[in-house]
Structures are given as C-alpha cells and as structure tokens.
C-alpha cells in the first residue's frame, strides 16, 4: 500500500499532464499511488498518460464536473491521506511530505491546503475566509479592478506574511484530504460542476469538527486557468452559477427570499459584464510577491 495517493482530474489536459507527473517523483521519498479521472479529453490527454507507468487512468462514465471525477478517485484509493489535484500544478520536491507533516502537526486536520505559487511567482490567496455578504459582495464588484480593496484583502486574508494554521477555505486546486474525514462528510457535492465544491466542501468539514489547516511550508506551482481558458464565457457562467447555489443554501429560508432575488440579479449582472470584459471573467488577480 502506498503512503499518500494522488488523484487528478483530467479535460483535454494533453499539455500539462508531463509536467504535473514528473513532478511528483521529487515530491516525497514515499511510494506514492497516482489515479487520473479523464472526463472526456479529445486532445490527445490518454495518450499522454499512456506513456507514464504507474498511473491509473481511469475515463469517467460521463463529465459530471471536478468534483464528481475527484469523487471517483479519491473512492479508488487506499491510503489515510489523498491529495486532489488540478493537472496545470508542479510539486515543488518535498511537498507531499511536507503537507504530511502538516498533518501530523494537526492531528484533527480533515483539510490541508500548501502555498500555491503562479507562474510568475506571486503568492496565490488560496486559504480565504468563508464567503459572507459583506466580503462576497465587496470581492465581487472591486476585486477585479481594486484587487487591494478591504473586502477582497480580508476575504483573501492577506494581512501579514503566509503563516499556519486553520482557514476558513482551501483551493481545490491541490488539497490534501482526510479520508475519514472526506468519507464522513459525503466528499465534494456534485451538484457543482466547477467552482465552490472546494468552498462547500471545506465549510462542511469545519461544521463537523475537522480543521481546515493552510500548510504554507509546502509549495505548489499552478499554471491556472487551464480548462477555463479555452471556454472564458462557459466557465464565467459555472462560476456565477456555483457562488448563487453556494450562497443561496446558505441564506436559505422564507426571511432570506428578498437577500437570494438580489444575489441572483446580482450575479447575473456581474456575468453579462464578464462576458465583455475580459478580465473580470479570470478575477481578482494576485497582489503579493511570492
């Protein structure tokens, strides 16, 4: 049995996938189980992978989105600790190990998330606070053209240097789950195609008594947009769509009706712009060197 496994969601990810499994043979000095989720590539992805010994690769029945194909690895593992992974990151050597012994710092941990890095260098925010009205609304009408306004910093927590410790919400981009933990709590809801499962997924594992740890002391590189990029406006509408079920579950009730109509034209608005701005489709950007 392998000590950690690794489980990647893949969509026509042919020209990131060498690079992503490369890096994880200087990633840990454990033996380490690699499963690939394909969700219907066409580019050439499966051939890619084919070359690479030691992967499963598994062609999930239909794209039912991230986390249904995470769901699906994470279910083929055999290991206490899983880190789920975009295709478009590098481990940086040692990382794995690292977020491992995170783990072991934080013995409740359901939830461990490492730095992300662009690929320009900068800090990604990727342990946030939970999204509220105030901060979500804020975030939402500044940060792509404010990315230093007091909502986006505070929803972002970039006050003071990357430190560890518990978070309110982990970037699904690479995150170390419990297994216990993730099992306990039903794993990501599918009914998010893309964007949120991560933020939905973190605030159920906090409601039932895990910590959600940022583990800054292991890196990650992450090429980001990869999927969205070559579907801007499709990907914008999954966005808008998610944060109105996220938000909408958690104002829910007869009191909150009033607070849901306005989110939903709210977040219509802010799609019809991003369809024409180009940058308020990718967000806020980064701020920090990293």
């Given at each position: 049995m392998?000590?950690?496994?690794?489980?990647?969601v893949?969509?026509?990810?042919?020209?990131?996938?060498?690079?992503?499994?490369?890096?994880?043979?200087?990633?840990?000095v454990?033996?380490?189980?690699?499963?690939?989720?394909?969700n219907?590539s066409?580019?050439g992805?499966?051939e890619?992978?084919a070359?690479h010994?030691?992967?499963?690769?598994?062609?999930?029945p239909?794209n039912?989105g991230?986390?249904?194909?995470?769901n699906?690895?994470v279910?083929r593992?055999?290991t206490?600790?899983?880190?789920?992974a975009n295709?478009?990151?590098?481990?940086?050597?040692?990382?794995?190990?690292e977020l491992?012994a995170?783990?072991?710092?934080?013995?409740?941990?359901?939830?461990?998330?490492?730095?992300?890095?662009?690929?320009?260098?900068?800090?990604?925010?990727?342990a946030?606070e939970?999204?509220?009205l105030?901060?979500?609304?804020?975030?939402?009408?500044?940060?792509?053209?404010?990315?230093?306004?007091p909502?986006?910093?505070?929803?972002?927590?970039?006050?003071?240097?990357?430190a560890?410790?518990r978070?309110?919400?982990l970037?699904?981009?690479?995150?170390?789950?419990n297994?216990?933990a993730?099992?306990a709590v039903?794993?990501?809801?599918?009914?998010?195609?893309?964007y949120?499962?991560?933020?939905?997924?973190?605030?159920?594992?906090?409601?039932?008594?895990?910590?959600v740890?940022?583990?800054p002391?292991?890196?990650i590189?992450h090429l980001?947009?990869h999927?969205?990029s070559?579907?801007?406006v499709g990907?914008s509408?999954?966005h808008h769509?998610s944060?109105?079920r996220?938000?909408?579950?958690r104002?829910?009730?007869?009191?909150?009706l009033?607070?849901?109509a306005a989110?939903?034209a709210?977040?219509?608005?802010?799609?019809r712009?991003s369809?024409?701005i180009e940058r308020?489709?990718?967000?806020?950007?980064?701020t920090r060197?990293?």
């Amino acid at each position: 049995m392998s000590d950690i496994s690794v489980v990647a969601v893949t969509y026509d990810s042919a020209d990131v996938v060498d690079a992503f499994l490369a890096s994880l043979d200087a990633a840990s000095v454990r033996s380490t189980a690699v499963t690939v989720i394909d969700n219907g590539s066409v580019d050439g992805t499966l051939e890619r992978l084919a070359a690479h010994r030691g992967c499963e690769v598994v062609r999930a029945p239909d794209n039912g989105g991230y986390g249904a194909g995470a769901n699906l690895g994470v279910r083929r593992s055999a290991t206490d600790w899983v880190v789920v992974a975009n295709p478009d990151i590098v481990f940086h050597p040692g990382s794995l190990d690292e977020l491992l012994a995170v783990s072991r710092r934080w013995p409740r941990a359901g939830a461990i998330g490492p730095r992300i890095l662009t690929a320009d260098g900068r800090l990604y925010p990727s342990a946030r606070e939970l999204p509220s009205l105030g901060r979500g609304i804020g975030h939402a009408v500044f940060g792509w053209f404010w990315p230093t306004n007091p909502w986006t910093r505070s929803y972002r927590r970039e006050q003071g240097a990357p430190a560890e410790g518990r978070v309110g919400w982990l970037s699904g981009a690479c995150l170390m789950v419990n297994r216990k933990a993730f099992d306990a709590v039903g794993g990501f809801d599918e009914t998010y195609f893309m964007y949120f499962e991560d933020v939905d997924l973190c605030e159920r594992l906090a409601r039932a008594g895990w910590d959600v740890v940022y583990g800054p002391s292991a890196t990650i590189e992450h090429l980001g947009g990869h999927a969205a990029s070559r579907n801007l406006v499709g990907m914008s509408r999954a966005h808008h769509d998610s944060a109105y079920r996220y938000l909408s579950r958690r104002y829910a009730g007869g009191r909150w009706l009033p607070v849901r109509a306005a989110l939903r034209a709210g977040l219509w608005a802010r799609f019809r712009v991003s369809t024409v701005i180009e940058r308020l489709a990718h967000g806020a950007e980064p701020t920090r060197p990293g």
